[in-house]
């Protein structure tokens, strides 16, 4: 079955030529036009991936980003003319898993799905593999094999990314990692020097699982350096 992809553009010859690639490619897509058509779609619908413009008609495109995000891990693929890193750390900061500005190239948006769709279904294999096993820190329990992060009882709401650092950080107490080494262990791309992916995950998971995100006694901040979750004494 060929993976399903949702593509949400307003602009019709951009549109078209992003359908007709994907299509060539292999996917199923399914086209939407305005913010509503996409989250009827979205919620009706199965997908594997969203393609989603950020200038949107009826609904703002982080407006719909957000809501997608609240009810689904799933990859989303921001796509916008908006491409200054005030609006790439914004839209990654909402749950975006990727951003690529317009203009583009349809190889590099080829190489940005097939990225995000290989690094979702390693993320969804890992489960049978992995052995039962919970981290607790001071209130916090991180479900390594179920992917659920439970704080003081309640569960949280986490993208694939802010678990997969967590998790990262977490079964590793103590190791200083670089954003280089974050971004190479999570995203398994080459670092290059961008820190405003990283900066925008770890500040949305602090926001998440911190009591005081600006003085964090999870995930602590070595200056110069990285991020290292201290062990449980």
Same mark, same amino acid.
């Given at each position: 079955?060929?993976?399903?992809?949702?593509?949400?553009?307003?602009?019709?010859?951009?549109?078209?030529?992003?359908?007709?690639?994907?299509?060539?490619?292999?996917?199923?897509?399914?086209?939407?036009? !305005? *913010?509503? /058509?996409?989250?009827?779609?979205?919620? +009706?619908?199965?997908?594997?991936?969203?393609? $989603?413009? =950020?200038?949107?008609?009826?609904?703002?495109?982080?407006?719909?980003?957000?809501?997608?995000?609240?009810?689904?891990?799933?990859?989303?693929?921001?796509?916008?003319?908006?491409?200054?890193?005030?609006?790439?750390?914004?839209?990654?900061?909402?749950?975006?898993?990727?951003?690529?500005?317009?203009?583009?190239?349809?190889?590099?948006?080829?190489?940005?799905?097939?990225?995000?769709?290989?690094?979702?279904?390693?993320?969804?294999?890992?489960?049978?593999?992995?052995?039962?096993?919970?981290?607790?820190? !001071? *209130?916090? /329990?991180?479900?390594?094999?179920?992917? +659920?992060?439970?704080?003081?009882?309640?569960? $949280?709401? =986490?993208?694939?990314?802010?678990?997969?650092?967590?998790?990262?950080?977490?079964?590793?107490?103590?190791?200083?990692?670089?954003?280089?080494?974050?971004?190479?262990?999570?995203?398994?791309?080459?670092?290059?020097?961008?820190?405003?992916?990283?900066?925008?995950?770890?500040?949305?998971?602090?926001?998440?699982?911190?009591?005081?995100?600006?003085?964090?006694?999870?995930?602590?901040?070595?200056?110069?350096?990285?991020?290292?979750?201290?062990?449980?004494?």
């Amino acid at each position: 079955m060929n993976e399903a992809i949702l593509l949400v553009e307003d602009d019709h010859q951009i549109h078209e030529m992003v359908l007709n690639h994907m299509k060539k490619e292999g996917y199923a897509v399914t086209s939407a036009f !305005d *913010g509503d /058509e996409a989250l009827r779609l979205f919620s +009706t619908g199965s997908f594997d991936l969203v393609i $989603l413009d =950020l200038m949107l008609p009826t609904a703002n495109g982080l407006d719909v980003l957000q809501l997608m995000r609240n009810d689904s891990t799933l990859p989303i693929l921001i796509m916008s003319a908006k491409g200054s890193d005030l609006d790439k750390a914004l839209g990654l900061g909402f749950g975006a898993d990727d951003y690529i500005a317009k203009p583009f190239s349809l190889i590099e948006m080829t190489a940005r799905v097939k990225a995000a769709l290989r690094r979702a279904k390693q993320y969804s294999q890992s489960a049978p593999d992995q052995p039962e096993q919970i981290v607790r820190m !001071d *209130g916090l /329990e991180i479900h390594l094999a179920n992917f +659920t992060v439970i704080k003081n009882g309640r569960e $949280l709401s =986490l993208t694939a990314k802010e678990f997969q650092i967590l998790s990262l950080l977490a079964t590793n107490p103590n190791r200083v990692f670089t954003k280089g080494q974050l971004f190479e262990s999570i995203w398994k791309e080459a670092y290059y020097g961008d820190d405003n992916v990283i900066n925008v995950h770890i500040r949305r998971l602090r926001g998440k699982i911190e009591e005081d995100p600006s003085s964090p006694k999870y995930i602590k901040t070595i200056w110069g350096i990285g991020y290292k979750i201290e062990a449980a004494k």
